[in-house]
């Protein structure tokens, strides 16, 4: 989540706080509709765990090596 979302909004994010509540708001949705559908598992777990994993992204792409990545995605 932390690499495409940057991806695909990275003009709109600026901001870690903003980055944070969209993937929350995604990941949430996720888990709702799951719950909904009875389909996998839905728990807070899954959200909380979810959430640090797109930090982690938002930090590799912050970096470097991110800034590199997204260049390539842009030509």
């Given amino acids: 989540m ?4 940057l991806i695909l909004f990275n003009k709109k994010i ?3 706080v903003v980055f944070f509540l ?3 708001f995604i ?4 888990e709702i509709i799951q719950y909904i559908t009875c389909t996998g598992s839905a728990d ?5 765990l979810n959430i640090i994993g797109a930090l982690f992204g ?4 912050k970096s ?3 800034n590199k990545i997204i ?3 842009k030509e």
């Fill in 2 to 5: 932390g690499f495409f979302v």
């Fill in 14 to 16: 600026n901001n870690i």
């Fill in 22 to 24: 969209l993937n929350y």
């Fill in 27 to 30: 990941i949430t949705l996720i």
């Fill in 44 to 48: 807070v777990d899954d959200i909380i």
């Fill in 58 to 61: 938002y930090v590799l792409m």
């Fill in 64 to 66: 470097r090596i991110g």
């Fill in 71 to 73: 260049k390539k995605f």
